[in-house]
């Protein structure tokens, strides 16, 4: 068999030599280099799946929007058979974008350059002018539909790949897919998105959000500081505002570069029955704190679509932060309120490449279909007030990595590291019921290793 | 609110327009040199302050350009109280520390009778420069604002902001700014 050789850079470094297997460190020119950038469009975003919005976002037959797939835009649709087509924004006479709008609703897609015609599935409809055939003859009306993605829905989330052939997308996900199903797969009707996403632009290369997705639990202890010092996470520690007891859990790592941060329920229970948590059963632990984003009615739904052993994970602990490699972020979290409840966010971020500098955050909000309106009303105002745009959360992440990326052009710079050398002791929990590669303990760098060693492997070619 | 009709306004240079130009000039002045608590204090209890998406629609879709359903803030009063709080009360509010120099340039002010005797509608256009550490592009945030300025015993409480973003995608990394 053929081994791939690691590609070459113009001044003869390999990706190989950018990730240092034996001291798990990567070199920093990877979160600027135009080059690397280049290859990542090729063989990242040009060849797995990835992540573009949700089926609720175009509900009717006709339905469109618009969204970037890497460097590419994608018009995403539904046919009147329901189906959801991606495909490239392109028209195939001369380039044209099909659509210049963010969404709308039309049967016929026409290019406003020289008028083409394509159906929401992508087939070509005609040119005008029919009699002088001005698509010509040389090829036939079926090769001048659009560029077509083979196409996944997976809990409504739409996800497409342009690697017609390649795996699955439940091979994509791997024994992560266990995890995942406790969110997207745990209910009657599944999530829907609230509204369209957030969208805003970062100076910073994707790379920075996109590794910080992979369960990097410890920078809340620092950038996030500020929710120990006033608010509802509020500390009674003197002011040390301490948030390090929050960090505590267990973390599933992927091959494939996804990571879940699995956080103890424990002390909240606590905090919310005054029991402690194992002298409750299974359904008193589900009733006292459902799932973020449900509600004590929707419990018997979460039996009927999860195992006993995710059931146990999810009064355990529960996935509550993470992301699917390369580029989006999950977050189901419990938001304590000021009245002693909780209320639960449900987010998804992208984090699309604009360029070796430049990233387009895009924050899509989420609720069960089935919440009770109030509740969705609560928690898309809270989601709003701590994550995306505005969010007092994550406007500090934003305002961090665009100097990660100015760093990484340094000529000193580009050669220092990245470094994931804080290495879990720990393995699986006793009695965890969840597959994969998982550890126990405070937050460690292992998941965002996998990340790399994912992207370098895809980098490569190995893949 | 309803759309701008010519020739309703309050007249410019009257002294109920003057009065409403004041407390925008002092409200600008107060956000640019981040008296966060003081700004506050100009706000109704019964604060609505948002700022609808924007997506790009044909033209015969106008009204569909602004997105209610998300935001990019959908506050209150006690939520802009948590902000401030944030901001002035930790030492870890990194997205402001250092803080952002910004102008917050008002103009084309048009102010309107309000639904309640003691409301006036006020819609202004509000352009904010606004420089991060020693970065050389100016992230530019254009709007138009619709405000219901209370007027509580000669002094005027903001009841109500909706602004009216230019951009479907924002060119700035958050809205850790008051608008």
New interface residues.
Partial sequence: MLTPTSPTLADGTRIDDLVNLATREVQMRALSDPEIYELEMERIFGRIWVFLGHESEVPNAGDFITRDMGSDSVLITRDKSGEVHVMLNMCTHRGMRVS?????NTQIHTCIYHGWAFRPNGDFLGAPVDKEQMHGKILSKKELGLKRARVTLYGGLIFATWNIDGPSFEEFLGDAKWYYDMLFLRSDKGLE????????????NWKAAGEQSAADGYHTL?????LG???NYKKDDGGA?DLSPEMYGAEVSSPHGHALRCIDLARKIRKLTGKEPNDLSLEEKLLALPPSGMTPEMVPQLKKHLSDGQLQALTWMPPQVGGIFPNVLFGFVYIPQADGTVVGSVTLHAYVPRGPDKL??VNW?LAEKDAPAELRDKM??QT??LF?????V???D???W??MTLAAKGAQGKKMTLKYQAVYETGKPEGWPGPGIINEGFTKDDTQWHWWLYWRQLMNGEI | MSDFQPGQTVPIGSPTYNRVLEFLYIEARLLDETRLKEWAATLAEDLLYTAPLRETRPVSQMPASYVRTTQHFEDDWRSIQGRVMRLTGTKSAWAEDPPSRTRRLVTNVMVEQGDKPDELRVRSYLLVTRSRFNFDEFDLISAERQDVLRDVGGTFKLARREILLDQAVLGTPNLAIFL
Wanted: no cysteine.
């Fill in positions: 210049t709008l963010d969404a709308g998105v609230l509204g369209p996403p957030q969208r805003f632009t970062v100076r910073a620092t950038l996030h500081r500020w010092e006033v608010g505002a387009e955050f909000i898309r105002k709003t007030r995306g745009t505005s969010g007092m994550e406007q500090d934003s305002d961090t665009p100097h």
